[in-house]
């Protein structure tokens, strides 16, 4: 069956970095759009970056533009998030999602991986 997997979160200062990943099995990998989103606690969930089958191409939400990039890896069947510059805001339970046919509404989810940035 499908499973996505995050990694790599933890605590971190203010201006430091974390790399996650999101390892993925059950499926073509390469065939799938990815993405991540995070989720505060009693807020929504909200889009954080996205990338496509191919990994070509990504988009960012406005709030990482410039210091999150976005990566895939098909032979690893993994993903990637490198997020640099990191402030207080942007601590969240992180999500890595996948869908077959588009970029903007997902299927499957992992379960989350906590990252906190202290000040």
């Known amino acids: 069956q499908v499973q996505l997997v995050e990694s790599g979160g933890g605590l971190v200062q203010a201006g430091g970095s974390l790399r996650l990943s999101c390892a993925a099995s059950?499926?073509?990998?390469?065939?799938?759009?990815m993405g991540w989103f995070r989720q505060e606690p009693g807020q929504e969930r909200e889009f954080v970056a996205a990338?496509?089958?191919?990994?070509?191409?990504?988009k960012y939400a406005d709030s990482v533009k410039g210091r999150f990039t976005i990566s895939r890896d098909s032979a690893k069947s993994t993903m990637y998030l490198q997020m640099n510059s990191l402030k207080p805001e942007d601590t969240a339970v992180y999500y890595c999602?996948?869908?077959?046919?588009?970029?903007?509404?997902?299927?499957?989810w992992g379960q989350g991986t906590q990252v906190t940035v202290s000040s």
């Open positions: 999602a996948a869908d077959r046919f588009r970029d903007s509404e997902y299927t499957y």
């Open positions: 059950g499926f073509t990998f390469s065939n799938y759009f």
């Open positions: 990338i496509s089958r191919s990994g070509r191409a990504t």
